[in-house]
């Protein structure tokens, strides 16, 4: 690997320890490196040097096979064309103090040498899990964290897009600056502008002083418009201006306020559909569709339903007392039969009240209020008719599945149903959601 900066010594040291070849370009600049062969460039953007930025540009430009990784300081000015240019050009970075074994992992990835695999999903203390969905979470997480674009969360309810977007806001260049989650759903609807914009003082009966809005009191920041689906159109043309010229105006001052803020939205609702049916402005649903996350469903992640109940046994133990410390296998196969409609918070609440019912050390299907074991039933059998339409139906919706690679949302589009209907035909019919 070539490391373009000043690496300390116990850096340095811990990557050759670790088996890797460090060549450092510090002063003499002129560097000729060779694609291919687990070649990894180091962006050490800590001191900032002018002629290593442009000695890391002209790499990029003659060698864009070689991959990147960055390393940046908090404080990082991002917007410096020749700092942007560097961050688009990587695929992962790391801030001070610099996380080593992380660090090998993604040299590892990055130069294609086997690596641990799953386990690599599970370095984000918020992010519990090691199955391939949060593995690409996490995988899309590192990569927006440093690019200074809107970003579009979405998923159902209850899957964590606002600890995904902390997150991101964590892992940024922002991470010192302000976060703020505004629920817009949850704004009445004559006082989303001030709430957003703020207002001034005598703009509206009841407005007797001036008040700052969400928007600029993230500046410098973040901001997550949570359920942005729900704002009314009137107010969806106001962020449509701030998002194209950073600018707004306070309620009742014809002024205009420059913020910069980095915006964030999430919504589980299929803003697609919204646009077609002119509930949501397609010029907006654009601008912030730049970079999309989709967060996956519980029900499709796996063996993380039982990492995220230890874990919120877990948290739930060392804040209350409680008699249980564990499940019992007959709940631990409930909770992979059920379809969790209400996601990794429905999850929580179970688990919580769960704690709270056992009577023993181990929690039951029972205290979770989940079907135990049952015998599995044939399909009824009133006719003939009857019959041979449930068997055409399920391997239709078999060979739909197979040919969406398991995705459930595009099997539905193609068989024209709802999710949900979806997720109930696959359970009537035991269809697995993943393939074998």
């Known amino acids: 690997m070539i490391w373009f900066g000043q690496p300390e010594a116990q850096e340095c040291s811990g990557l050759t320890e670790a088996g890797w070849n460090v060549r450092v370009a510090g002063g003499d600049v002129c560097v000729k490196v060779r694609e291919g062969g687990g070649m990894v460039a180091l962006a050490d953007l800590r001191q900032g040097d002018a002629h290593l930025l442009q000695a890391m540009q002209q790499l990029m430009t003659d060698c864009p096979s ?12 991002a917007r410096r064309p020749q700092v942007k240019r560097i961050l688009q050009g990587c695929r992962d970075f790391f801030s001070a103090p610099l996380d080593l074994p992380r660090l090998l992992v993604a040299l590892e990835q990055a130069a294609g040498i086997p690596s641990r695999g799953a386990e690599v999903a599970t370095d984000l203390p918020e992010l519990v899990g090691r199955s391939a969905p949060v593995a690409a979470v996490v995988a899309s997480l590192r990569k927006y964290a440093p690019i200074d674009l809107p970003v579009l969360i979405t998923g159902e309810t209850g899957v964590g897009k606002e600890v995904a977007a902390r997150v991101l806001h964590r892992l940024s260049i922002r991470a010192m600056q302000p976060f703020v989650a505004i629920n817009c759903g949850a704004l009445p609807p004559n006082l989303v502008q001030s709430e957003l914009f703020g207002h001034e003082r005598g703009a509206f009966t009841g407005a007797t002083a001036r008040r700052i809005g969400h928007i600029e009191s993230a500046a410098g920041g973040t901001i997550l418009l949570d359920e942005v689906g729900d704002l009314p159109l009137d107010a969806q043309i106001n962020l449509l201006r701030f998002l194209q010229e950073g600018v707004l105006q306070r309620v009742g001052n014809s002024r205009s306020v420059e913020v910069d803020v980095r915006v964030m939205a999430a919504t589980h609702l299929d803003l697609e559909h919204a646009v077609a049916a002119g509930r949501f402005r397609e010029d907006l649903y654009y601008r912030l569709n ?23 046994l877990e948290r739930f133990r060392a804040r209350q007392v409680c008699a249980a410390s564990g499940f019992e296998s007959v709940a631990l196969r409930a909770m992979h039969r059920y379809p969790w409609p209400g996601n990794v918070r429905e999850l929580r609440n179970r688990v919580q009240r769960a704690a709270v019912m056992a009577e023993g050390p181990l929690i039951s299907a029972t205290d979770l209020a989940l079907p135990g074991d049952t015998e599995e039933r044939d399909l009824p059998a009133v006719t003939s008719l009857g019959v041979f339409r449930a068997s055409a139906e399920r391997e239709v919706i078999a060979a739909c599945l197979r040919e969406c690679r398991f995705n459930i949302s595009e099997c539905a589009r193609r068989l024209q149903v709802s999710r949900v209907t979806m997720y109930r035909l696959c359970k009537k019919y035991q269809l697995e959601l993943r393939a074998p």
């Open 66 to 77: 070689v991959p990147w990784i960055a390393l940046i300081p908090l404080d990082m000015p």
């Open 290 to 312: 730049v970079l999309r996350l989709q967060i996956p469903p519980l029900r499709e992640r796996g063996d993380d339903v039982d990492l995220l109940a230890h874990r919120f």
